[in-house]
Every structure is written in C-alpha cells, then in structure tokens.
C-alpha cells in the first residue's frame, strides 16, 4: 500500500487525476471504475483539462461506475448517470456506450445485478478501480455491515448515508433509500485501486480503513489485503495517521 500526501484538495485531485492519466496512457483500452460524490469532482475536473489540452484520450476506455439509486433513471438530475455525465462524461471524447452504470430503474434487482456482474467479467474486470470513502468508512454503497463476498447487489442505505446526501434533495424525504452497489469483493477484483480522501472528518475513519482491523463494520478495512493500492488524501485526512503510523506517508516535506 502506497499512501502519498498532499497539502490540500487541490492537490490531492490532481495527484490522483495523475494516476489515472498515467493508466489511460499505458493502456488507451483501460477499463476505469469510477465514484461520485464530492471528492472525485476536482480529479474529473483535472482530467478534463488535460483532455482538452490534447494530453488524453478517452475514446478507447470503458467505465464502470460504482453504484446508483434504485428509482432513478439515467436523465434524473439525481441520479449517479447524470453526475457523471455532467461532471465528467459531456465534457471528454468518450463513447456514450463505453460508459456503463447499474440501471436505476430496473425492479428486478436480482437480474440487473446479475446483468451488471456480467458485464464487467465480459470486459475483462477493471484494471483501475477509483474510489472515496464515506464517513462510516463505506465504498460505494456498500455500509458497515455488508458481507465482503458480495458482488453487485442491492442496498438499503442507512439513516447517516441518507442524511450525507439529503443535500443533494430538496429534503431528506426524497432521498432512495436503496442503490445497485458494486460489492467489495467486485472492488477488490480490480487490477489497481486508487482511493481519495480529504478533511478532517474523515481522518479518523482512513486511519480505522488503513490499519484497524479489517472488518465489515469499516468496510473501506478490506483494501488493506489488496495488492496494488495507493491512496493519495490531504494533510487534513491524513492528519490521525501522520500522528501515529507517519513513516506510512510519502510525498511530506518534512519540518
């Protein structure tokens, strides 16, 4: 596990937007596995600006995005395929149809889980798997508790996910309260992972996720058996490990 400082979320966003161009530009055919939410925003946004310096190219990639509401159809401006399109896909040179999220709108969740396990085996797995890491130390949707065998399946979300993202709503009433979520053990299937993190709130959970013991109660812990990680988080995130685990962290001028 490689755990690189960065001084602030800007540079946290373009250090991780670094990995992921470097995996665009040593294999144009990657598949990317991608998150939402706040934290990828300033990374998309730097790829975006590589991109339209002519530094990258998309055309050839596949992504997998994490999870999406259940209820939600691709063009509501709630749900994961429209963050993504905004946040990210309009704004690259990427096919529409290289781009592949769990269909919120689908009422059989066993099949559409099962169609979207299948889909990522038939494009080989993902080679960089990109996440952040929740409060309560969930990935995607996958909340304390949640077996680390699953693959793709269906969630109810907890009360503190629900009220995380009643901010994105008009009000909590209107949050789902279930998601199509990659499972841990799909996560893990992933050649590399990259995972982000920034503030102070979520210091205390990266810490419990990197070196805690690994559990399902924090399920961000499993990443620690994972053999390619690197975690790149901002001096404010990193700020419980820097205390107690320092030689861990790379990229810190020291004092």
């Not at 530009?25 to 730097?46: A, D, E, F, K, M």
């Not at 998309?58 to 259940?70: A, I, K, M, R």
């Not at 559409?112 to 890491?133: A, M, P, S, T």
């Not at 077996?147 to 009433?173: G, M, P, W, Y």
Request: aromatic share 8%.
């Amino acid at each position: 596990m490689k755990i690189l400082f960065a001084d602030n979320y800007h540079s946290m966003s373009r250090k991780a937007a670094n990995i992921i161009s470097a995996q665009l530009i040593l294999n144009p055919h990657s598949v990317l596995g991608l998150p939402t939410g706040s934290s990828p925003i300033g990374t998309y946004q730097q790829l975006i600006e590589w991109y339209r310096k002519g530094d990258l190219d998309f055309s050839g990639c596949h992504t997998v995005n994490l999870d999406e509401y259940v209820g939600l159809a691709a063009r509501d401006s709630q749900s994961y395929a429209w963050f993504m399109h905004q946040n990210l896909f309009s704004q690259i040179n990427i096919d529409p149809a290289n781009t592949h999220l769990p269909d919120g709108t689908q009422t059989d969740a066993a099949a559409e889980c099962q169609r979207y396990n299948d889909l990522i085996h038939k494009l080989g797995g993902v080679d960089l798997q990109f996440l952040g890491i929740g409060p309560n130390g969930h990935i995607g949707f996958n909340e304390p508790g949640s077996a680390f065998e699953k693959e793709t399946h269906c969630v109810a979300l907890t009360e503190s996910t629900i009220q995380a993202n009643a901010r994105f709503f008009a009000s909590s009433d209107q949050v789902p309260t279930h998601a199509y979520t990659m499972g841990m053990k799909a996560i893990m299937q992933a050649r590399k992972i990259l995972l982000i993190a920034s503030g102070a709130a979520k210091a205390g959970i990266l810490y419990d996720a990197l070196f805690g013991p690994i559990t399902p109660q924090v399920p961000g812990s499993i990443v620690q058996l994972h053999p390619d990680i690197t975690v790149v988080a901002d001096q404010d995130a990193l700020s419980v490990i820097l205390s107690r685990q320092p030689q861990q962290v790379s990229g810190r001028t020291p004092c």
